[in-house]
């Protein structure tokens, strides 16, 4: 078999990039560890960017985005048990889109279906090899035959415990990381929103988000301790230690249900560099992780692939490899501003540690910043809806 680009990995990055090159003319076949059923189950954030929303306007998979999204101008902080609203588009004029990560996926895997294109489910002990010479190609075992897919390029959309960064020689490639001590417990439930916008809540008691993913669909998260165990936390439990966070207007429109999924994500910072070697690419969560405070995991997904896309057109379209060299230092420099941005607001919001009264009063003086500064509410905002690319 043989194709132009291999892309290693079947989530928001491998299949909006697969749809990205399918428009160029390039020719690409996708290579999945898991099934569409695995994949469509996992829960994850849902705001997008504008930018995200363009990218799926111009791979023409926007139309239910534009049906269903909620659009949003702001979010809400509450602290110091009091609400405060961040109108985003008051001051950078844009909004975002709020659409569950799952039903993107599900656009895009239509979409790819659709088109023809070719993605190989279940493929085992995938492994890119070559990838530093002329004939790069990737082999994994499918009904327990060994295939090979030979290839120009391959894009490593794996994911960050995919075998893409890992096949990387260690003196080729620096990592960065860090750990938060704590995680997200998070309650998917069919209830209604409990405010018009997001509200983000810095407590005594650790951090709390009320999201949603549509006017009947509701996800909410508590920050808890990384011994935490799911099991010990009944809907009962969750509901009650929600309310305790909450502002007393949102404590009062709280609607509470039977949960329909709960489970405990630790946070990460991590950033691998550069996010090329050779004929491999890396993008998405094979190359960075966010912590979900900020919403960026998908939206900077989103502007790898834009890039890698954009060099892999230039590279076939008028033969140049100057885009395809410059990729990793140009998606680099914007996952560095949203690895910044996602570490500031995780460490404006979380209760840090105990006793730790010093970081706590720095919190509160930077909240209350935030809300009497029109520079500072711009800077949260123009970060929010997501910087140019
Ligand atoms: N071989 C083939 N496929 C693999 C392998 C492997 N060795 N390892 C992982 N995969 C697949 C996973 O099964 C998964 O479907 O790669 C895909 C990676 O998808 P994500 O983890 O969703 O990563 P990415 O597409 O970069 O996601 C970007 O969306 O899912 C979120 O948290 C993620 O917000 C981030 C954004
Ligand atoms: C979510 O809806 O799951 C969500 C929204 C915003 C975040 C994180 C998660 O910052």
């Known amino acids: 078999m043989r194709t132009q680009v ?3 990995g079947s989530g928001p990055a491998g299949l909006l990039l697969g749809q990205l090159l399918h428009q160029h003319g390039i020719d690409n076949i996708i290579v999945e560890r898991q099934d569409r059923d695995y994949i469509l189950g996992r829960i994850r954030a849902g705001v997008l960017e504008g930018g995200t929303v363009q990218l799926l306007e111009q791979v023409g998979v926007a139309q239910r985005l534009h049906r269903e999204a909620l659009i949003h101008s702001g979010i809400y902080l509450t602290f110091a048990g009091q609400r405060h609203a961040i109108d985003f588009k008051a001051v950078t004029g844009r909004t975002v889109a709020v659409y569950g990560q799952t039903e993107v996926t599900q656009d895009l895997m239509d979409a790819r279906a659709a088109a023809g294109l070719q993605t190989i489910y279940h493929a085992k002990d995938v492994r890119p090899n070559g990838i530093n010479g002329a004939h790069p190609n990737v082999s994994f075992v499918q009904d327990g035959r060994e295939v090979t897919i030979d290839c120009d390029f391959i894009a490593g959309c794996d994911g960050f415990h995919g075998v893409s960064r890992q096949c990387i020689p260690e003196n080729a490639i620096r990592t960065f990381e860090r750990v ?14 409990v405010a018009d916008e997001l509200i983000y809540t810095r407590h005594e008691r650790g951090f709390a988000l009320c999201s949603m993913r549509s006017m009947t669909r509701s996800r909410y998260y508590l920050q808890c301790s990384l011994d935490e165990r799911v099991e010990d936390w009944s809907d009962a439990r969750f509901w009650d230690e929600l309310k305790c966070r909450l502002d007393p207007e949102a404590r009062d429109s709280l609607v509470t249900g039977p949960s329909l999924e709960k489970s405990i994500a630790p ?9 090329r070697f050779g004929k491999l690419f890396l993008a998405g969560d094979a190359a960075h992780i966010v912590p979900p405070t900020g919403a960026k995991g998908l939206n900077l997904a989103a502007s790898d692939v834009h890039y890698l896309s954009q060099a892999l057109r230039e590279y076939y379209a008028e033969k140049s490899s100057a885009s395809l060299d410059g990729y990793s230092q140009k998606a680099l420099a914007r996952v560095w501003k949203a690895e910044r941005f996602s570490w500031w607001m995780t460490s404006l919001l979380h209760r840090m540690s105990e006793n730790d009264g010093f970081t706590e009063r720095l919190q509160l003086a930077e909240l209350d910043y935030l809300m009497s500064s029109q520079a500072a509410t711009c800077a949260l905002g123009e970060n929010y809806v997501g910087l140019p690319f």
């Open 6 to 8: 291999v892309i290693i």
């Open 180 to 193: 938060y001590p704590f995680g997200w417990l998070g309650l998917l439930s069919d209830t209604p929103p």
């Open 267 to 275: 946070l990460r910072s991590f950033v691998a560099e550069p996010m």
